[in-house]
Structure formats: structure tokens, C-alpha cells
């Protein structure tokens, strides 16, 4: 299965309460635009269901970042590179992490200037860095991504994310014009995350939700039914790992939902991840929500974020109409190597059909129908993998020095 990034919400939510603002007095602070420029764009990279970004710090170091609505400052997962940055640190801070992990320690720099393609300067911004790289953003996305970064962007531009074209065009808000094309929708912003209202149905039962947008997340959707009033869990729905957190896996179901609906939009059998209770729940609580819409639901459209106005604009993607698919192989994958170029299975589904081929976790997969890391990306093998139900997959492995071909066919599961 895919690498779901489903921990970043609960790891977030942790640290938000930890960081703030350290401008004062008359000091510039945040980003701002070239005078008298009306937008900038600049492309971006998808990495499961991901918006990647390059982010240049202290005019010195070009790093990539997540793109993410739910994070409210800045994250470096990697200390190495604030070390060699020589940033200012303030503090260090250990944050308890309730039946999540023991615990997390961080440092709080200030000062650090960050820079994004066209000329758009942050000054004196906060920064959060982690003393352990926690995430393993690299390995989940197969690609050097050190960083996360979201309502320091969000809240001073109108940001549009196109995903059919891979750019992303900031607006100075004061010059900004609506594409005529696009569906108007409200939002509201909380603190500083967004959130908005939709519809589920199931079984003939329908429940409102209040769910936040999650550009941090590769799901289409995850919901605490916990928390919703009259519908349940889809009755068809298959036990796996959603993902990895800090501390080890994920567990959950995985079903579909007979309908969502967003405003004038319909979604038919939409994928739904809900973790099993336990203390990422009680941290999605901490964030006052009942789950995400992420990734892989946003990229049916084309994005503008608008929250000084409370409104997003959503015009449909070339996606719009793709089915929703999950992963039919039964296994998850890593990028490892200092060059993120080998295959490494980090988790078997018992019964699934890699593990019926006798696929076992540790495996190096040197190549998937002709397929490696050297070609391709991550994102590109796991399309792969979720491609067809019934396609022959090719692998060729080595264990413990021994080669090994092994052939099974991916088979649809939910």
C-alpha cells in the first residue's frame, strides 16, 4: 500500500502549541512580494498525492518542503542542516506525547530568512527543528524532502494550486481575480487551519461534517466515526496499516463511502482511511475535528486558497472523474540508500497477494516490471501497484544475498 502520510496530522497537532512568533517591535516579519507584482508562480512536485516545494534558508541552503494547510510554523525534520545553517536557536523543548511516543524533542530558532522562487522573501520567521528525524519524510517519498511548511504562506497570499499543471501561483490579495470558471466555496479558518462543510452518505443515512482541508495528508479522506452522528463505518472494509507515525504503525480500516459531497461537487465511492481508537484519535480531538480531506480528493480539482476572505475556489482537475483506487499488492515500500534509490518493503499484508507470493518484509526489490528507483519515483511504482486489478507484477528481489524472482497479480480489495 501506499505511504500515507496520516502521521504528519497527529505529529503536527503536537507541536503548533509549541512555537510562536518571535518578531517584535518594528521588525519585518513574513513573507512578502516583490512592490507592485500581482503574482508569482513557480512549479512544484507531486510525491504521493504531496505538494513539494523548494525553500531557500538564510539565502543560503535550497531545501524541499511540504506544502501543508494543517502545519502553523515552519518544520526542519532535519537538525544537520539547521547546524549547518548556524541558526539562532532560543530554546529547546521536549513535548510529552501521549500514547503516541515518549516523547519529542525540538529546538525553537529565530531569526531565519526564507526564500521562495520569484523573489518572495520571509523575514525574521520561526522555525521549529526537530532533534531526530522523526518523519522520515525522505524514505516515505523517495525523494530529499526535509521539511514541512504551510500558514506562513497561506495567510499572507492567495495561493492557487494547479495540479494539473504542477504550479503553484501566489496573488498579492489586493490584486487577485477569481477564475470565472471556478466553484466559489466557503471555508472557515480556525486558528490557522482551514475548514469546510460536506456531506457523507451511507446506507441510505446521511451525516454533515465540518472537516479540515489537509494538504499534508495523501488520503482522500480520514474520519473518527467516533464522532458522527448516525452513520457508520461502510460494512465492506479491509484491516491495514494507514501509515507509520513516529512510534510504529498506523492501523485502521480502509472502505468507501457510498457518496461525498462538497458544495455542487459528487464523489461516489470515495476511499475512507478511520484509525483504530487510540491516541491519534485523541489528537485529531486536540485539533477540534472529525478527520481530513487530503491529497488525494484535492487533486480532483485545481485549488485556490483564499483565507483572508474565507472562500476557496475549486475548478476541476483532469483528475475529476478518476476513480478512487487503494493499493493491490499488499505492501508498503521505502526509498533507502543515501541516494534513495532501493527498494525496501517495510510491511506484508498476511493474506495479501505479495504475501501469498511469499514477499516478506526486509526484501530489497531491485526492480517491478523493469521498473527501480533509478527510473522511477516512489509515487510512480505505487501507481503501478495500484494500477488494475488482475495485472501481472514482476519483481525481482534480493534476501539475505539471495536473488529471487517472484510473480504474483495485484487484486483489488476494497
Same mark, same amino acid.
Given at each position: 500500500?501506499r505511504?500515507p ?8 497537532l503536537?507541536?503548533n502549541?509549541?512555537?510562536?512568533? #518571535?518578531?517584535?517591535g518594528?521588525?519585518?516579519f513574513?513573507?512578502?512580494?516583490? !512592490?507592485d507584482?500581482?503574482?508569482? !508562480?513557480?512549479?512544484?512536485e ?8 523548494p ?9 524541499k518542503?511540504?506544502?501543508?494547510t ?6 526542519? #525534520?532535519e537538525?544537520?542542516?539547521a547546524?549547518?545553517l548556524? *541558526?539562532?536557536y532560543?530554546?529547546e523543548?521536549?513535548? &510529552?506525547g ?5 516523547s ?6 529565530? =531569526?531565519?530568512?526564507?526564500s ?12 521549529l *527543528?526537530l532533534?531526530e ?5 525522505s524514505?516515505?517519498?523517495?525523494? /530529499?524532502?526535509?521539511?514541512?511548511i504551510?500558514? /506562513? ?7 492557487d494550486?494547479?495540479?494539473d499543471?504542477?504550479?503553484i ?7 487577485f481575480?477569481k477564475?470565472?470558471? $471556478?466553484v466559489?466555496?466557503?471555508i $472557515?479558518?480556525?486558528?490557522?487551519k ?5 456531506s457523507? #452518505? ?15 495528508a495523501?488520503?482522500?479522506?480520514l474520519?473518527d ?8 463505518l461502510p460494512?465492506? #472494509? ?5 501509515g507509520?507515525?513516529?512510534?510504529? =504503525?498506523?492501523?485502521?480500516h480502509v472502505g468507501?463511502? /457510498?457518496?461525498v459531497?462538497?458544495n ?7 476511499l475512507?482511511s478511520a484509525p483504530?481508537e487510540?491516541?491519534?484519535?485523541k ?8 478527520g481530513t ?12 486558497? &483564499?483565507?483572508?476572505? =474565507? ?5 476541476k482537475?483532469?483528475k475529476?472523474k ?7 499488492s499488499?505492501m ?7 541516494s534513495?534509490d532501493?527498494?525496501?518493503v517495510?510491511?506484508?499484508?498476511k ?5 501469498q ?9 531491485? $526492480?517491478?516490471?523493469g521498473?527501480?528507483l ?5 509515487? =510512480? ?26 510473480k504474483?497479480r495485484?487484486?483489488? *480489495?476494497i
Amino acid at each position: 500500500m501506499r505511504n500515507p502520510i496520516v502521521s504528519l496530522v497527529a505529529f503536527i497537532l503536537l507541536l503548533n502549541t509549541c512555537l510562536y512568533s #518571535t518578531a517584535s517591535g518594528q521588525k519585518e516579519f513574513g513573507f512578502k512580494m516583490p !512592490e507592485d507584482v500581482r503574482k508569482i !508562480e513557480f512549479p512544484f512536485e507531486q510525491h504521493n498525492n504531496l505538494i513539494i516545494i523548494p525553500i531557500t534558508i538564510n539565502r543560503f541552503l535550497t531545501l524541499k518542503f511540504i506544502l501543508d494547510t494543517g502545519v502553523e510554523n515552519a518544520i526542519l #525534520t532535519e537538525k544537520l542542516y539547521a547546524d549547518i545553517l548556524d *541558526v539562532n536557536y532560543i530554546r529547546e523543548i521536549t513535548i &510529552d506525547g501521549p500514547g503516541l511516543v515518549d516523547s519529542v524533542e525540538a529546538y525553537i530558532a529565530n =531569526e531565519v530568512t526564507f526564500s521562495l522562487p520569484g523573489g518572495v522573501i520571509g523575514h525574521n520567521m520561526s522555525m521549529l *527543528v526537530l532533534k531526530e528525524d522523526y518523519l522520515k519524510l525522505s524514505e516515505n517519498l523517495g525523494d /530529499d524532502v526535509h521539511g514541512i511548511i504551510g500558514y /506562513d504562506i497561506f495567510s499572507r497570499f492567495i495561493v492557487d494550486i494547479n495540479y494539473d499543471d504542477n504550479v503553484i501561483t501566489l496573488y498579492n490579495p489586493a490584486k487577485f481575480k477569481k477564475n470565472r470558471r $471556478s466553484v466559489e466555496v466557503p471555508i $472557515s479558518i480556525r486558528g490557522t487551519k482551514p475548514f469546510i462543510n460536506a456531506s457523507i #452518505t451511507q446506507d441510505g443515512k446521511k451525516a454533515n461534517l465540518d472537516i479540515m482541508i489537509d494538504t499534508g495528508a495523501s488520503h482522500a479522506a480520514l474520519i473518527d466515526y467516533n464522532y458522527l452522528d448516525g452513520v457508520d463505518l461502510p460494512e465492506k #472494509t479491509i484491516t491495514t496499516r494507514l501509515g507509520r507515525g513516529i512510534a510504529g =504503525e498506523i492501523p485502521g480500516h480502509v472502505g468507501r463511502m /457510498d457518496s461525498v459531497t462538497i458544495n455542487c461537487f459528487d464523489f461516489n465511492k470515495m476511499l475512507v482511511s478511520a484509525p483504530f481508537e487510540g491516541a491519534y484519535n485523541k489528537l485529531i480531538k486536540r485539533g477540534a475535528r472529525v478527520g481530513t480531506f487530503g491529497g488525494e480528493l484535492l487533486n480532483r480539482f485545481n485549488v485556490t486558497f &483564499d483565507y483572508a476572505s =474565507e472562500k476557496i475556489y475549486l475548478t476541476k482537475s483532469d483528475k475529476h472523474k478518476d476513480p478512487f483506487e487503494f493499493d493491490m499488492s499488499g505492501m508498503a515500500l521505502n526509498a533507502i540508500g543515501p541516494s534513495l534509490d532501493t527498494l525496501k518493503v517495510v510491511n506484508v499484508d498476511k493474506g495479501g497477494p505479495a504475501f501469498q507470493a511469499d514477499i516478506r518484509e526486509g526484501d530489497i526489490i531491485k $526492480s517491478i516490471n523493469g521498473r527501480s528507483l533509478r527510473s522511477h519515483t516512489l509515487s =510512480e511504482i505505487y501507481s503501478l501497484l495500484q494500477s488494475k486489478d488482475g495485472k501481472k507484477i514482476k519483481c525481482k528481489i534480493l534476501r539475505d544475498g539471495e536473488k529471487l524472482k517472484i510473480k504474483f497479480r495485484l487484486k483489488r *480489495v476494497i
